[in-house]
């Protein structure tokens, strides 16, 4: 296989996986207003949740092959990228404004969850016990999140989450049930493909470029499974929602950490490469942690800020990852 079929691959791969992820979550935003789930609840759900299928699909795939370094790489890579270059860039596009939920309970879950993994694969792994404590957490988050948002939503937000939604519903019609089975199924099955197809097209990459499966998965696939998380913040930074472009973000970490890494060692338990524990880890968590001073400053993320995360990445990459 050429180098450049390798490449066709992975642009192949992440394609598919954002298709799979848009036709999941559409059919489970449906079926979700069939049984009048609240809009508040499928937002921070279904939605949040959606985005990370790419990574769920990539990691579970991947660490099932025996590549853990590509399934550990990849969740480490994704949450540096998503507050280093999405966070970077939805605030170049337009200065993100905070919510104090973002900064009282959101960001300190996330930093939480950051120092949590770190603290549990300093032993070089992460078992099943381990995994049931990170998919237990993440679902105690999800549930007080939902709580919350069912008793301080104002009729405001509801209609900012309507509109945020309304591309996602599909469009009413006779045997609806069905349809939107048909569109979760779909949606499961372009994620399985995607992942497969950008997994073998990074895999060789890697081999012929001489690059470990570590970097690969900390680069190529970390920003290639990132795609849905940039689509959604710059959409939602471009409508002037930039709230909800951070909450995508933190969201996004949280489950990455919690519910990715959680079902992967579930499944298969996890080696940790000692550099990804000695290095990448400590970067992960030194770009959530300040984020929490740019988020203070006014209550907003400036474009000034948001260059300087996107130089924080540049300097990681060219000088750190190695």
């Known amino acids: ?59 579970l795939l991947a660490a099932l092959e025996g590549r853990g370094d590509i399934a550990m790489g ?18 170049l596009v337009l200065p993100l404004a905070v919510h104090m939920t973002a900064v009282k309970i ?26 049931v404590f990170f998919v237990v957490a993440l679902a105690a988050f999800t549930a007080y999140m939902v709580r919350l948002a069912r008793l301080e939503t104002t009729d405001a937000d509801r209609r900012e989450l309507e509109d945020s939604l309304a591309g996602k519903f599909v469009r009413p019609r ?10 979760v199924l779909l949606g499961v099955v372009l994620l399985v493909v995607g992942a497969r197809v950008l997994v ?31 689509a959604t913040s710059l959409v939602a930074a471009r409508r002037g929602q930039a709230d909800i472009a951070l909450a995508n973000v933190i969201g996004s970490n949280i489950f990455n950490l919690f519910g990715i890494l959680g079902v992967v060692a579930l499944v298969t338990p996890q080696a940790v490469h000692p550099r990804i524990g000695a290095v990448d880890m400590w970067w992960m968590f030194g770009t959530s942690l300040v984020l929490f001073p740019l988020m203070r400053s006014g209550f907003r993320v400036s474009r000034l800020e948001g260059m300087v995360l996107l130089l924080a990445y540049g300097v990681y990459v060219g000088l750190f990852l190695r």
């Open 174 to 183: 006779r045997h609806q049930l069905a349809v939107d089975l048909g569109v």
């Open 106 to 131: 959101e960001w300190p879950f996330m930093i939480t969850a950051t120092f949590m993994c770190i603290l549990l694969a300093r032993d070089g792994a992460l078992d099943r016990t381990e995994a």
């Open 1 to 59: 296989m050429t180098l450049l079929l390798s490449i066709v691959l992975v642009a192949a791969g992440i394609g598919i996986l954002t298709a799979g992820g848009e036709a999941l979550v559409r059919g489970a935003v449906s079926l979700a207003r069939l049984a009048r789930v609240s809009t508040a609840v499928i937002g921070l759900t279904i939605v949040a949740l959606g985005t990370s299928m790419p990574e769920l699909a990539v990691s």
């Open 200 to 230: 073998v097209g990074a895999v060789r990459i890697a081999e012929l470029a001489g690059l470990s499966d570590r970097i690969i998965g900390l680069t190529i696939i970390a920003a290639g499974t990132s795609m849905p998380e940039l």
């Open 74 to 91: 990849n969740v480490v890579g994704s949450n540096i990228f998503n507050v280093a270059v999405i966070v970077g860039i939805a605030a």
